[in-house]
Structures are given as C-alpha cells and as structure tokens.
C-alpha cells in the first residue's frame, strides 16, 4: 500500500487531482494534510474560505497567496480598517499602491489625511490625476482641496476647483466654497458698500430684524467651516438668539491669524492682522474658531476651538453680551482687584463684604451698583448683621427669590478673611456662566432685553488699536 502511495504521491497528475477536490470545497484531512505538504494554492483558497476573516489563520493564507493575487492587500487592509487597526490598514494600503492598485489611493489618502500627514496624501493622490478616465479623479480632486484650505494654498485651491468643475460644473464642494466666499479673504482692500446699521440676514436670505450686536465668524478649514456653521444654527435656538445676529461662516487661512498658544492654552493669535480686512467686516464682532486651543473672548473677538459644543458656544457669547463668568477667576484678574466704582455686567458685581452705618442707608448705596436692583423686592434682606456690623449677603432662606448671593467669580481674592471684597451675583443657583451645561436663566433674558446695549463688549476695532499700539 506504500507503494502505492509513493507512486501516487510523485505522480505528476496529483496537484491537479488535490486541487480539484479542494475546489469542491473538501473537509478530507489526508486530502487537506497532503495539499499543504504540497503548498497547493488551491489549499491556501480552501483556508481563507473556510475560516473567518481576521483569523490568524485566515490572514497566513491569504498571505501565502498575495504573489499571485496582489487584490488580497485591499482586502486585509479593509479588514484592519474595519478594526480601527489604522497603522496597519495604512501597511497594506500602501502595499496595495505598489502593486498598482489605484482604486485604494483615495482611501489610503484619507488616513493620511486624518493623520494630519498632508503631504503624504498629497503624495498618493497626485498620480490619480493624471489618468483622464480615472473613476477616482472626483474624491481625489475634493481631498486635495481641502488639504490645500488648511495649507493656505489658495493658488491650488483655485486650480484644482477648476479641474473639478470641468467634472462637474455644479458641484457640491464648489458651491460650499462659493457660500463661504472662500475667495474674498484676498481681496482685503473691498470696502463695504453700505454705511448703514447692519441688519440680519437669516439662512434663508430673508431680512429679519435689525441687529446691533453682530458677529462674522470665521474659520481655517472645511470641516470647521461645516461644523462653525451648524453651531450657530444650534445657538439661534437659544434664547440669546434674540440680541445677536450672524453673517455668514467665511474661509480665513490658519496662518494669517498667526496663531500662537498650546493646545490647553487660551486660544491667542496676532489681532493686528484685522487691520487688513476691517473694511470688509460689517459687524460690531469677529469669531474665530481655530483647531485646538481654548475658547475665551478677548474684547470684541470671540475664540472657540473645532472641540467646542453649542454649550461653550453660548457660553462664550454671553460673555459678548455683558454677562462675566460666575466660577473663579484668576488670581490676577482685573474685575477682582478693588470694588468696583459701578456696574460692569449683566449678573455679577464685586463690592465690599462688610459695612457699618445705617442699614437703610446702606442697602440704597449698594442697591445703586446691582444691575438687578429693581428685580429684587423690598422685603428680600441683602444683609445679615455680625456685631455692629452689617455683611452683605441674602439669606439662604430666601435662595428662591432674586437677592445678592455670592458668586464664585472672585474667589482666589475673596478667600482671604483681610480683604473686604467679594463678587455677587442675582439667584443662588448655578447657571450657564458656572457650568457650560446649565440653563440661561430667564431673570438674565429680562436682564438683557432690559438693557441690551449697556455692558456689550467693544467693537474688535478696540483689538486692532490695541494690538498695533502694543
């Protein structure tokens, strides 16, 4: 039986003979045994259809088999794509290019791109464009747009626009950048052609109201340009909508803002750049919003980050509007050195702790410096006595009612028992400027409707002024 075996196993027809049977999708061990010994491209076959992708063994034949079936790279590849294993997609991806495989550029460019490795996206892409009959000239063109937009290439961008819309004269992304007005930024020297008081367009085009306290907001790449521009559409569902009014999201270059902090640091570029676009903004502010860094506004000039939510966003505009945050602030902040002569915000004032003299007389002088004054009733105390003294403060007992209750905004100051100063606030409960999250009070929408222009932050011709003078 041996012999028989030796014979058959040198004969010439048994490869061929094992490779049919393997076809047929055999479970045989002697059959599966002999056609690895043999290393049968069909048993390698046999392997990957018989045992689940991503296996170990699954991978080894499909391996084995890629000298002969280079298309393979693309599937493992996927499959590690799929894991959100990227250094290893990106592996074979880059194996699949070598092998002449085209149609994968444009993904392997994708986590390039993802990666922030621009000029290896660059790299992969550019061979696409010149096959005229590519299928993937379209997504390759639209990448590389976006790409140049970071890079501040607006040459590119300009060309490359024009081969795609020789593609497809309405296309989507050309409409984008068209809503964008992607092209003015370079024109720095337009002038507006109105003097009048801006008025708010809605995103419908529709004039809606008049509007003193308006915002341009720019950004420095597309998919902050999208994301921008869904924020404010969120933020108009608040109830600040109704004092603030917002041109459209325009495309500024990251590196003319001329940018300059860490990631966690409070967002901090070169201001004195709007001197070369003051004539083309009409509004009374300027947002930006920049890839990392933290949201803060600085005079008239809102910064938010591509991480901020509609939260932060409202947060922030409030601080526009009058209102000063209610958590701590720094140890050195100008608001906390000294009580304050008079009124500065919406919702906080930093006054003395401690008085001495007539209770009636009092309560009139520090009624004078609250915002609030008419909003909190005769019968509410705003001070408790200590000895022949009196401390400023409501009761906790009255925590429903609009008072003078303390506020976190001076903190690191106040915590010192010898200095006679602290920051006040109208309600006892935390609110959106302690916690992003929280809600806007309706007693600090009466606030603003009341006096809407009061304690607006200046114009951002105030942040070129001082930025040239610096």
């Known amino acids: 039986m041996s012999l028989v075996l030796a014979i058959t196993v040198s004969s010439f027809f048994l490869p061929r003979l094992l490779t049919y049977v393997l076809n047929q999708n055999t479970q045989n061990e002697t059959v599966l045994s002999f056609s690895k010994v043999l290393n049968l ?181 597309l998919n902050d340009l999208r994301y921008l521009t869904g924020l404010i559409e969120q933020v108009n569902l608040r109830p600040l909508s109704n004092y603030t009014c917002f041109k459209p999201v325009r495309y500024i270059p990251l590196q003319v803002l001329e940018c300059n902090h860490d990631n966690e640091d409070a967002i901090t570029c070169n201001e004195a750049i709007w001197q070369s676009y003051k004539r083309q903004i009409t509004t009374r502010y300027i947002g930006v919003m920049v890839p990392e860094g933290g949201a803060k506004v600085h005079n008239g000039i809102m910064y938010l980050d591509n991480k901020d939510t509609v939260d932060v966003f409202a947060h922030e505009l409030a601080h526009l509007l009058g209102f000063i945050d209610e958590y701590s602030l720094p140890l050195n902040h100008s608001r906390c050195s000294k009580p304050q002569d008079k009124a500065f915000s919406h919702n906080v004032a930093v006054l003395p702790k401690v008085y001495r003299g007539n209770k009636t007389e009092i309560r009139k002088q520090v009624l004078k410096q609250l915002p609030w004054r008419s909003f909190i009733k005769d019968e509410t105390p705003i001070f408790t006595q200590q000895g022949n003294y009196w401390v400023l403060g409501t009761p906790m007992n009255f925590k429903g009612e609009v008072g003078v209750f303390k506020s976190e905004t001076c903190q690191k100051v106040s915590a010192d028992p010898a200095i006679n100063l602290q920051a006040y606030k109208p309600l006892s409960k935390r609110t959106s400027l302690n916690y992003f999250e929280l809600g806007f009070p309706a007693l600090y929408q009466r606030l603003l409707a009341k006096e809407t222009r009061k304690f607006l932050m200046p114009s951002f011709h105030l942040n070129i002024e001082k930025a040239l003078n610096h």
């Open 41 to 221: 491209p069909a048993y390698f076959h046999h392997q990957r259809r018989n045992t689940p992708i991503g296996s170990f063994i699954w991978l080894k034949n499909t391996v084995a088999l890629l000298d002969e079936n280079p298309q393979f790279t693309v599937e493992i590849a996927d499959y590690y794509l799929d894991e959100k294993q990227t250094t290893k997609a990106i592996f074979w991806y880059q194996q699949a290019v070598k092998n002449g495989i085209d149609k994968v550029r444009a993904t392997l460019a994708t986590l390039y791109y993802q990666q922030q490795k621009y000029q290896q996206a660059k790299a992969v892409l550019t061979p696409i464009l010149t096959v005229s009959n590519s299928d993937h000239i379209e997504a390759s063109l639209e990448l590389l747009i976006e790409i140049a937009l970071i890079e501040g290439d607006i040459a590119t961008v300009t060309q490359l626009t024009a081969e795609l819309k020789k593609i497809k004269p309405h296309h989507e992304l050309i409409d984008e950048l068209n809503q964008y007005q992607l092209f003015a930024h370079v024109n720095s020297k337009q002038t507006s052609t109105s003097t009048k008081r801006l008025t708010d367009v809605d995103w419908l085009g529709n004039m809606t109201k008049t509007c003193e306290t308006s915002i341009q907001f720019y950004a420095t790449n």
